[in-house]
């Protein structure tokens, strides 16, 4: 969702709700949601 230039992305995941909110494009909230659950 985006609200006067500010774009906030909220998920759930078990039993925590996230969210991110900043200037960044959709493609950039896919990379950075992407980055938090990834495996090393």
Known sequence: MTNVNTS???WKTENY?????GSFSQEEAKK?????YERK
């Not at 709700?17 to 909110?21: D, F, L, M």
Request: aromatic content about 0%.
């Open 8 to 10: 906030e992305v909220v």
């Open 32 to 36: 950075m949601i992407d980055s938090i």
């Open 17 to 21: 709700e996230c969210s991110i909110a």
